[in-house]
């Protein structure tokens, strides 16, 4: 990389002790310049994130110029859950011409506490002399200049930002400071890489020439690469490959983002990597695949493969083939910041003409032992005679000139998703391309990769989970294509974009590919990926393709930017993982379902004296149970449901409008929150219920809800003020993450959520899709988990909402009861209206299944329902002796029930088989 050719003389300069120092001073000054156009730079970023995020809370939907608002598009949110999904779309607001990077904004600038921190006062332009030079030739000074507590000056400037490190405080120097890119799915970056003990900098430098080359909306965006990271907020780091060298590490946080950068050479990249590794936060939740445990310093990613477990455990049918499918593509270095490493699916599917499909029957599904460009007998004769007859003694002989993933292909899939659907505009000269070779219909592009040789395309991963990848919102002029509303048409079988990706996944994971992709992992990522059996199974490609195809470092700068330009577009088979034949999954075997201790016969009950209010788990054999009369009851989960400690009243009563309800109690990572008190307080008890471990206040009247993230990690509350707060729980120091000592919230909210004009009802939330809805009669709304306000769900003849549940992937369920009518209406992430059900009696609680597959209501009809998310189909029913009051899960077959009428009653659900076979209705 060129970016910084002035810094790193510099920097190397100030570490010779033959220099004089003079030179050392020009040194410091030319690191000092570089740094101040940083902080200038991420002035004007900061700025204008701020000012634009004022912009879209006053003139979105719910804000105080709702009339002004005009969402005229939506981009994809680049936060990932913890199966690597990016399924949120967030509003683009008219008013604001500068495209966000949702990852950069995710990820924050973070203070030294690792919190957010706002935008201050400007910074001085001026040099270390205060004359406004920064360059040239200065005088010493008497002691010799310490160029890390200069840089650190230098960087206090931006302490407003969170950039600054104040002298001392990270109790080190630089561990590692070098130039670097960040690689985008659209641009490379140019930025200086700071690592400090506790802080990992990215600093954008108004220098380099591809800045100062950019127009004014390039650089805004450029600008967003700017960035610091807490060590804490670190989850994980993996090596990379870039152009086929192994230069580049993505790191990830745990605020799901990620960002991966490219270094000059792969010692650097492995010294930053082996700096980063210790740093890491605490293992959580957001682990990816469990790999924490068997990273160390210089693995190699077919070592991840095999350390993992992975692979045994999805030979047992612990992971689902997607899981596995994105965790092979994340350790073979795929990823979705570089569209030559995208991520890679297979085609499983080979029906998508009729209106029927049964996936049980063979013939309606792909054969994965063939590579995507021989699926057919007339282009397996083809390839097999190009390779046989090839005679080109330059080139080595291969069956597809086109490789299965490439930039195309991917922006193939994304057309319809900004930002990509820019970037596609932009390498077309501004416009789409031809409908004809645009992604229109799914039957034509399975057509043309069975029959076209000039096509050869696998998938991609949102083809099994995000179906806005189908539908044109944002109204798109593709052109004339068989959609007038410019959406992908769709097999027969499904009749809308929800309904394809759901049939799709079920195919993923159906036992007939479960039973031969192995042979589809053999081709991409396995022993018959290169070599004799790749020639043997018709899957070579052109060798440019492949790592070790060509030495970049050894052509002259012509030969070298034609072969990289090359490697860029016509795609990169990924990192080889096995070297032997990857072993079958076991065959699918109806097991004898865990029961727990005393559910022999599906039910446990106990008597409690007053009616129960709220029951939560508080760890795998026990539970929580509330009474109408505020006590906690600690239960353990066993013949009788005997109590695990003795019982507690939960502090004063609540405010004498506020009924006792489920919603005014919720446990989180062992500890109960309560709410409802006169004094607008919200409380944290410790989860026997004998101490009062926090009285928190941040509303100006009564707190109405409560609500815990399934993770626990996270607690919402609702109040009569028309606002919700977000609150992150904390372990205490030395729990050692046991939930026995109880936890604690912040003492601040985490953010503040806005929108509603009466008063909030209920809450619900789940940190896997980063959304919180919140319900008052007038609305329910959808926010992140960083306050930005995404949209309210609409039901087309329902207006007062009362509860809602809220799935991992965001599938968010409302109970209505309007004019004497009741009904539930089921909801995407994205608030696409998916079906509603009539009731025929009123609800008084629901929670959702572990799993997000399922979830269970309960009200006055004395019976428990349980009903699958995405369709609200009825799978399962149990009548009660009494009103139920409470509903959670204790596991995804198990739940808790509070009855009116003093018991408590736990349930072992029978559930029965996913469908297999799907028509459009």
Same mark, same amino acid.
């Given at each position: 990389?060129?970016?910084?050719?002035?810094?790193?003389?510099?920097?190397?300069?100030?570490?010779?002790?033959?220099?004089?120092?003079?030179?050392?001073?020009?040194?410091?000054?030319?690191?000092?310049?570089?740094?101040?156009?940083?902080?200038?730079?991420?002035?004007?970023?900061?700025?204008?994130?701020?000012?634009?995020?004022?912009?879209?809370?006053?003139?979105?939907?719910?804000?105080?110029?709702?009339?002004?608002?005009?969402?005229?598009?939506?981009?994809?949110?680049?936060?990932?859950?913890?199966?690597?999904?990016?399924?949120?779309?967030?509003?683009?607001?008219?008013?604001?011409?500068?495209v966000?990077?949702?990852?950069?904004?995710?990820?924050?600038?973070?203070?030294?506490?690792?919190?957010?921190?706002?935008?201050?006062e400007?910074?001085?332009?001026?040099?270390?002399?205060g004359?406004?030079?920064?360059?040239?030739?200065?005088?010493?000074?008497?002691?010799?200049?310490?160029?890390?507590?200069?840089?650190?000056?230098?960087?206090s400037?931006v302490a407003?930002m969170?950039?600054?490190?104040?002298?001392?405080?990270?109790?080190?120097?630089?561990?590692?400071?070098?130039?670097?890119?960040v690689?985008?799915?659209?641009?490379?970056?140019?930025?200086?890489f700071?690592?400090?003990?506790?802080?990992?900098?990215?600093? $954008? =430098?108004?220098? +380099?020439?591809?800045?100062?080359?950019? #127009?004014? *909306?390039? /650089?805004?965006?450029? %600008? !967003?690469?700017n960035?610091?990271?807490?060590?804490?907020?670190?989850s994980?780091?993996?090596?990379?490959?870039?152009?086929?060298?192994?230069?580049?590490?993505?790191?990830?946080?745990?605020?799901r983002?990620?960002?991966?950068?490219?270094?000059?050479?792969?010692?650097?990249?492995?010294?930053?990597?082996?700096?980063?590794?210790?740093?890491?936060?605490?293992?959580?939740?957001?682990?990816?695949?469990?790999?924490?445990?068997?990273?160390?310093?210089?693995?190699?990613?077919?070592?991840?493969?095999?350390?993992?477990?992975?692979?045994?455990?999805?030979?047992?049918?612990? $992971? =689902?083939?997607? +899981?596995?499918?994105?965790?092979?593509? #994340?350790? *073979?270095? /795929?990823?979705?910041? %570089? !569209?030559?490493?995208?991520?890679?699916?297979?085609?499983?599917?080979?029906?998508?003409?009729?209106?029927?499909?049964?996936?049980?029957?063979?013939?309606?599904?792909?054969?994965?032992?063939?590579p995507?460009?021989?699926?057919?007998?007339?282009?397996?004769?083809?390839?097999?005679?190009?390779?046989?007859?090839?005679?080109?003694?330059?080139?080595?002989?291969?069956?597809?000139?086109?490789?299965?993933?490439?930039?195309?292909?991917?922006?193939?899939?994304?057309?319809?998703?900004?930002?990509?659907?820019?970037?596609?505009?932009?390498l077309?000269?501004?416009?789409?391309?031809?409908?004809?070779?645009?992604?229109?219909?799914?039957?034509?592009?399975w *057509?043309?990769?069975?029959?076209?040789?000039?096509?050869?395309?696998?998938?991609?991963?949102?083809?099994?989970?995000?179906?806005?990848?189908?539908?044109?919102?944002?109204?798109?002029?593709?052109?004339?294509?068989d959609?007038?509303?410019?959406?992908?048409?769709?097999?027969?079988?499904?009749?809308?974009?929800?309904a394809?990706?759901?049939?799709?996944?079920?195919?993923?994971?159906?036992?007939?590919?479960?039973?031969?992709?192995?042979?589809?992992?053999?081709?991409?990522?396995?022993?018959?990926?290169?070599g004799?059996?790749?020639?043997?199974?018709?899957?070579?490609?052109?060798?440019?393709?492949?790592?070790?195809?060509?030495?970049?470092?050894?052509?002259?700068?012509?030969?070298?930017? *034609?072969?990289?330009?090359?490697?860029?577009?016509?795609?990169?088979?990924?990192?080889?993982?096995?070297?032997?034949?990857?072993?079958a999954?076991?065959?699918?075997?109806?097991?004898?379902?865990?029961?727990?201790?005393?559910?022999?016969?599906?039910?446990?009950?106990?008597?409690?004296?007053?009616?129960?209010?709220?029951?939560?788990?508080?760890?795998?054999?026990t539970?929580?149970?509330?009474?109408?009369?505020?006590?906690?009851?600690?239960?353990?989960?066993?013949?009788?449901?005997?109590?695990?400690?003795p019982?507690?009243?939960?502090?004063?009563?609540?405010?004498?409008?506020?009924?006792?309800?489920?919603?005014?109690?919720?446990s989180?990572?062992?500890?109960?929150?309560?709410?409802g008190?006169?004094?607008?307080?919200?409380?944290?008890?410790?989860?026997?219920?004998?101490?009062?471990?926090?009285?928190?206040?941040?509303?100006?009247?009564?707190?109405?809800?409560?609500?815990?993230?399934?993770?626990?990690?996270?607690?919402?509350?609702?109040?009569?003020?028309?606002?919700?707060?977000?609150?992150?729980?904390?372990?205490?120091?030395?729990?050692?993450?046991?939930?026995?000592?109880?936890?604690?919230?912040?003492?601040?909210?985490?953010?503040?959520?806005?929108?509603?004009?009466?008063?909030?009802?209920?809450?619900?939330?789940?940190?896997?899709?980063?959304?919180?809805?919140?319900?008052?009669h007038?609305?329910?709304?959808?926010h992140?988990?960083?306050?930005?306000?995404?949209r309210?769900?609409?039901?087309?003849?329902?207006?007062?909402?009362?509860?809602?549940?809220?799935?991992?992937?965001?599938?968010?369920?409302?109970?209505?009861?309007?004019?004497?009518?009741?009904?539930?209406?089921?909801?995407?992430?994205?608030?696409?209206?998916?079906?509603?059900?009539?009731?025929?009696?009123?609800?008084?609680?629901?929670?959702?299944?572990?799993?997000?597959?399922?979830f269970?209501?309960?009200?006055?009809?004395?019976?428990?329902?349980?009903?699958?998310?995405?369709?609200?189909?009825?799978?399962?029913?149990?009548s009660?002796?009494?009103?139920?009051?409470?509903?959670?899960?204790?596991?995804?077959?198990?739940?808790?029930?509070?009855l009116?009428?003093?018991?408590?009653?736990?349930?072992?659900?029978?559930?029965?088989?996913?469908?297999?076979?799907?028509?459009?209705?």
């Amino acid at each position: 990389s060129n970016l910084f050719a002035a810094v790193e003389p510099a920097r190397l300069s100030l570490l010779d002790p033959a220099n004089q120092v003079s030179n050392k001073i020009a040194g410091i000054a030319t690191l000092t310049r570089v740094v101040e156009d940083a902080a200038l730079s991420r002035s004007r970023a900061v700025a204008a994130r701020a000012w634009n995020i004022v912009l879209d809370a006053v003139t979105s939907e719910r804000g105080v110029w709702a009339s002004f608002s005009a969402v005229s598009s939506w981009y994809l949110d680049f936060r990932e859950d913890r199966r690597r999904r990016r399924m949120r779309l967030l509003p683009i607001q008219r008013s604001i011409e500068l495209v966000r990077d949702p990852a950069a904004a995710a990820a924050g600038v973070r203070g030294p506490a690792g919190s957010d921190v706002g935008s201050g006062e400007g910074v001085s332009s001026k040099g270390e002399d205060g004359s406004g030079k920064t360059g040239g030739q200065a005088s010493a000074p008497a002691p010799t200049p310490d160029p890390d507590r200069l840089f650190r000056q230098s960087l206090s400037r931006v302490a407003p930002m969170g950039l600054a490190l104040q002298a001392g405080a990270d109790g080190s120097a630089d561990q590692l400071f070098v130039p670097c890119d960040v690689i985008r799915f659209d641009r490379n970056i140019a930025v200086l890489f700071k690592l400090t003990k506790l802080h990992l900098f990215l600093i $954008v =430098s108004e220098a +380099d020439p591809g800045y100062r080359g950019a #127009t004014d *909306a390039e /650089r805004a965006e450029m %600008d !967003l690469a700017n960035g610091c990271w807490a060590a804490d907020s670190m989850s994980l780091v993996l090596p990379r490959r870039y152009l086929f060298r192994y230069t580049a590490i993505e790191i990830f946080f745990s605020s799901r983002t990620s960002v991966l950068v490219n270094f000059a050479t792969a010692e650097i990249a492995a010294t930053a990597a082996r700096l980063l590794l210790p740093m890491l936060g605490a293992p959580d939740d957001t682990d990816l695949f469990g790999l924490r445990p068997v990273l160390r310093p210089g693995v190699q990613p077919r070592e991840l493969a095999q350390l993992s477990g992975m692979t045994r455990r999805w030979q047992e049918r612990e $992971v =689902s083939n997607f +899981d596995y499918l994105m965790f092979l593509n #994340t350790v *073979a270095g /795929r990823s979705y910041h %570089d !569209l030559g490493q995208y991520p890679v699916f297979p085609w499983v599917l080979s029906q998508y003409t009729d209106s029927f499909i049964d996936l049980t029957d063979p013939s309606n599904y792909r054969d994965l032992s063939l590579p995507v460009g021989a699926l057919s007998a007339e282009r397996r004769a083809l390839v097999a005679e190009r390779f046989s007859t090839w005679e080109d003694d330059t080139i080595p002989a291969f069956h597809h000139g086109i490789h299965y993933s490439t930039p195309g292909y991917v922006l193939f899939w994304l057309t319809r998703l900004l930002p990509f659907a820019r970037l596609l505009r932009t390498l077309q000269g501004g416009m789409f391309d031809h409908a004809s070779r645009a992604f229109t219909s799914v039957p034509l592009a399975w *057509a043309s990769t069975v029959a076209s040789t000039s096509d050869a395309k696998e998938l991609i991963p949102e083809l099994y989970y995000n179906p806005e990848i189908l539908r044109n919102s944002n109204r798109f002029d593709l052109g004339d294509t068989d959609s007038k509303s410019g959406d992908v048409v769709l097999p027969p079988w499904a009749d809308s974009p929800e309904a394809f990706v759901r049939i799709h996944r079920a195919a993923l994971e159906s036992d007939i590919v479960s039973a031969q992709l192995h042979h589809w992992i053999d081709l991409i990522f396995g022993c018959k990926q290169t070599g004799p059996a790749a020639a043997e199974a018709l899957n070579v490609f052109y060798y440019l393709t492949y790592e070790g195809g060509c030495d970049l470092a050894a052509l002259n700068p012509a030969s070298r930017a *034609a072969f990289t330009e090359q490697i860029q577009q016509f795609g990169q088979t990924p990192i080889q993982l096995f070297d032997r034949p990857h072993p079958a999954r076991a065959a699918a075997v109806t097991k004898a379902m865990a029961v727990r201790p005393g559910l022999e016969h599906g039910v446990m009950s106990t008597k409690t004296g007053v009616p129960v209010v709220c029951v939560a788990a508080a760890g795998p054999n026990t539970m929580l149970a509330v009474t109408a009369k505020q006590m906690l009851l600690p239960v353990r989960l066993q013949p009788g449901l005997p109590l695990a400690g003795p019982d507690a009243i939960l502090g004063e009563p609540l405010e004498q409008n506020v009924a006792v309800t489920a919603r005014c109690f919720a446990s989180a990572d062992g500890a109960l929150v309560s709410a409802g008190y006169c004094d607008h307080s919200m409380r944290v008890h410790s989860p026997d219920g004998s101490a009062l471990l926090q009285v928190l206040f941040a509303h100006s009247d009564v707190v109405t809800c409560v609500a815990a993230s399934p993770c626990g990690r996270f607690v919402a509350a609702g109040s009569r003020d028309t606002t919700v707060t977000l609150w992150a729980v904390a372990r205490p120091a030395g729990s050692g993450g046991s939930s026995s000592v109880g936890a604690r919230l912040g003492s601040q909210p985490r953010a503040v959520l806005a929108g509603h004009v009466q008063s909030v009802a209920a809450v619900a939330l789940n940190a896997d899709c980063d959304t919180v809805v919140s319900i008052a009669h007038d609305a329910v709304l959808l926010h992140t988990f960083s306050g930005i306000f995404v949209r309210s769900l609409q039901h087309r003849a329902c207006h007062r909402p009362y509860l809602a549940c809220l799935g991992p992937a965001g599938t968010t369920v409302v109970y209505y009861c309007d004019k004497g009518s009741a009904r539930l209406a089921a909801f995407t992430l994205n608030g696409r209206f998916l079906i509603d059900s009539p009731l025929q009696e009123a609800l008084l609680d629901l929670a959702v299944a572990p799993d997000g597959q399922h979830f269970v209501t309960g009200g006055v009809g004395r019976v428990a329902v349980c009903r699958r998310l995405d369709d609200l189909e009825v799978v399962s029913s149990f009548s009660c002796a009494a009103t139920i009051r409470a509903v959670t899960f204790l596991d995804n077959t198990t739940v808790a029930l509070g009855l009116s009428s003093d018991s408590l009653v736990v349930r072992r659900l029978l559930l029965p088989p996913p469908p297999a076979e799907f028509s459009a209705k």
